[in-house]
C-alpha cells in the first residue's frame, strides 16, 4: 500500500513540474487536463491517507458501516423461515432451529411478523410498514423490542446455552 501511496506522491510532483512549464496559448487545453490529473491524484492520495472518501466531513459512511450494522448471518435466519424467498436455505440443525425457536416464542405476534421480515426475508422497514399495513416507525419499535427479548432470552436461558 506504500508502494501505492508513494507513486501516487512522485505522479502529482511531475504532474506539477509538467504544468508549471506549460505556458502559452495554444497549451492551455494541456494546462487544464495536467490539472485535472493532478487534482485526480491529490484525491486519491487523500483517500489513501486517510482511509475514506475525501470530502465526507461527517463520516456518515464509517459510521454506518462498523457502528450502525449488527452482523448476522442472514442464511440462518432465511432458513428457519417457512416460505423464504431471499436466497438459499441453509439447513439448521435440530438445536439452533429448536433454540431459535425458543427465543422467538417469547415475542409478540406483530413483533415476530416484524422481525421476520425484516431479519429472514430481508424486507426494508418501509417494504414491512406497507405488507403489514402500520408505521414505519412502529416496525422499527417492534424489531428493537423483538431483537431485545431476543437477546435477553438467548443470554439469560440456563436450558438454551
Excluded at 495536467?34 to 470530502?55: C, D, H, K, Q, V
Excluded at 416484524?114 to 426475508?121: F, M, N, S
Aim: charged residues 30%.
Amino acid at each position: 500500500m506504500q508502494d501505492l501511496l508513494q507513486g501516487y506522491i512522485e505522479t502529482r510532483r511531475m504532474l506539477k513540474r509538467m504544468r508549471s512549464n506549460c505556458q502559452g496559448e495554444q497549451l492551455a487545453t494541456d494546462r487544464q487536463l495536467l490539472g485535472a490529473m493532478l487534482r485526480e491524484s491529490e484525491w486519491i492520495i487523500e483517500w489513501l491517507n486517510t482511509g475514506r472518501m475525501p470530502g465526507n466531513r461527517r463520516g456518515i459512511e464509517r459510521r454506518a458501516a462498523y457502528e450502525r450494522e449488527k452482523p448476522i448471518d442472514p442464511n440462518r435466519l432465511q432458513s428457519f423461515v417457512s416460505c423464504s424467498s431471499a436466497g438459499s436455505p441453509v439447513n439448521l440443525t435440530e438445536w439452533e432451529r429448536y433454540r431459535l425457536d425458543d427465543a422467538m416464542s417469547e415475542l409478540s405476534e406483530r413483533e415476530k411478523e416484524c422481525y421476520v421480515l425484516t431479519h429472514g426475508e430481508c424486507f426494508s422497514f418501509e417494504q414491512t410498514a406497507e405488507l403489514l399495513g402500520i408505521s414505519k416507525s412502529s416496525v422499527q419499535t417492534h424489531v428493537n423490542r423483538a431483537r431485545s427479548k431476543i437477546t435477553e432470552r438467548l443470554s439469560s436461558s440456563l436450558f438454551l446455552t
